[in-house]
């Protein structure tokens, strides 16, 4: 039979920055109708892609329900359809709950990519393929401007952002989606049933752009199984800390979580944190911070927030600020650690409004000046974005914001963030209850990066 790409993703690509230059591509293949039967449970769904650390390269992901090949076949836009076949593996992931489900996650790695290329897909085998998607491969230079989407706690209920930011994907609005934890409310749910939901669908923006995440409370189940199975995030056999650059900036997701579920083990705590110190330490040595000058963190859990719901930010010794003293030996916070190594944007959510600090340091305001407070401000910025909308709804503020609130919103929503070069960084809050209408938006300027910037 004829196989048009116009046909059979019309809803994929019919949108995409290049269909301008390149015309509606229309690639005919012959498919033996034995081909089209596939087993059931061996149909690859849940695909996304995300970016492993390593240039020139992409880790598509996948699951199926029965134990088969792992496979991608990929081009260059433009060229050959399915021109490069890549094999991978998978690995069985087992749910905790009671009926003990098995499925299949299947990684794939595509390596020596061209640097800011877009390339068609496919996954699965032939036993049965995915639908095809495209991606642009990272532009691996220090002076890329990388354009983010960034959120968290959103879940498969209410997720009211969504639907936007499918359309703002796939006409190309983004090069990377940042997700600060909580998914699905609850991955784990209904023997996982929920968790496949979920990926099913964010598959409609992750197969198409770089989804990087990092864990937070929803995630607690079986020591975090969910997490640390379904994504691919580098290094993804511990999943819970990593690193990576991109453009001029360089990025740490980390989880606050090892603060909170101690019968995990608090070791976690005490690796993740020495961790974090050697990570930084790399990042600032002087020929590391000078190509990339911007150091950018995400975790779940914020340090600050002025909501009315007592959690851990809204306390003065937030256990995330400022440590544990109820352990043995005592855990320490980050605040200082992320001070004393220059950290200019720490990116949160787990409160599910969003809400844009002044610069701050051990609860005072530190603003450059009075004017411009984000041009050379003294102190990291800090931005809380966790209302992309789940079943748990909003939450609320206390009525008198801290001396440290510069503006906060409880409409639902997410951020943009576009890390324009060595000096200048934009953020923006879209509100999905207005319609898309921005309703907050920033530039951090830093004519000087790491502790220095604070004297």
């Known amino acids: 039979m004829r196989l048009c790409l116009s046909d059979l993703s019309h809803r994929q690509v019919k949108n995409t920055p290049v269909m301008a230059s390149v015309g509606l591509l229309c690639v005919c293949a012959v498919i033996s109708a034995a081909s089209c039967v596939t087993t059931i449970g061996t149909q690859p769904e849940q695909v996304h892609i995300s970016y492993p650390g390593v240039i020139h390269s992409m880790v ?41 489900r098995t499925m299949f996650i299947h990684r794939v790695t595509l390596t020596d990519l061209k640097p800011a ?40 209920e209410n997720a009211q952002s969504l639907s936007r930011l499918q359309k703002e994907t796939q006409i190309g609005m983004y090069d990377i989606i940042l997700h600060i934890g909580d998914f699905a409310y609850d991955m784990h749910e209904d023997n996982g049933k929920i968790g496949d939901e979920f990926m099913r669908q964010i598959q409609s923006i992750a197969a198409y752009t770089p989804y990087m995440t990092c864990p937070g409370n929803h995630e607690r189940a079986y020591n975090f199984s969910h997490y640390r199975n379904r994504f691919s995030m580098p290094g993804h056999t511990e999943n819970l800390w990593y690193s990576w650059n991109v453009g001029p900036a360089h990025f740490i ?81 980050l605040e200082n650690l992320f001070y004393q190594y220059g950290v200019d944007l720490e990116l949160w959510a787990h409160e599910h409004t969003y809400e844009r ?44 914001p801290r001396d440290w ?51």
Request: a negative charge; charged letters at 20%.
């Open 405 to 455: 609130s510069a503006f906060r919103s409880t409409d639902y929503g997410y951020t943009r963030m576009h890390v324009m070069n060595r000096t200048h960084l934009y953020l923006e809050q879209v509100s999905d209850d207005q319609y898309g209408k921005v309703i907050d938006q920033i530039t951090l300027v830093k004519e000087v990066h790491g502790a220095d910037a604070w004297r």
């Open 60 to 100: 598509v992901t996948w699951s199926t329900f029965n134990d088969t090949d792992s496979v991608v076949e990929y081009s260059v836009w433009g060229e050959k359809l399915f021109s490069h076949t890549v094999k991978g593996n998978s690995s069985v992931f087992t749910d905790g709950g009671p009926e003990n």
């Open 357 to 400: 600090l002044w610069p701050v340091y051990d609860y005072q305001v530190f603003n450059g000046s009075f004017w411009e407070p984000y041009v050379n401000p003294k102190a990291p910025v800090h931005i809380i974005t966790g209302s992309a909308g789940c079943r748990e709804k909003h939450d609320g503020f206390i009525p008198k």
């Open 117 to 156: 290329a877009v390339y068609v897909y496919h996954c699965g085998s032939e036993a049965g393929w995915s639908d095809v998607f495209y991606f642009t491969s990272l532009n691996e230079s220090s002076t890329f401007s990388p354009r983010f989407a960034l959120f968290g706690d959103m879940g498969n």
């Open 253 to 333: 997701s980390f989880s606050t979580e090892v603060y909170f579920y101690l019968e995990y083990g608090l070791d976690l705590l005490f690796r993740q944190f020495e961790w974090l110190q050697k990570d930084l330490e790399e990042a600032n040595r002087p020929e590391n911070r000078a190509l990339r000058p911007w150091i950018i963190t995400m975790a779940h859990r914020p340090m600050y927030c002025s909501d009315d719901d007592d959690d851990d930010c809204t306390h003065f010794q937030s256990y995330v600020r400022f440590g544990r003293n109820d352990t043995q030996p005592a855990a320490p916070g």
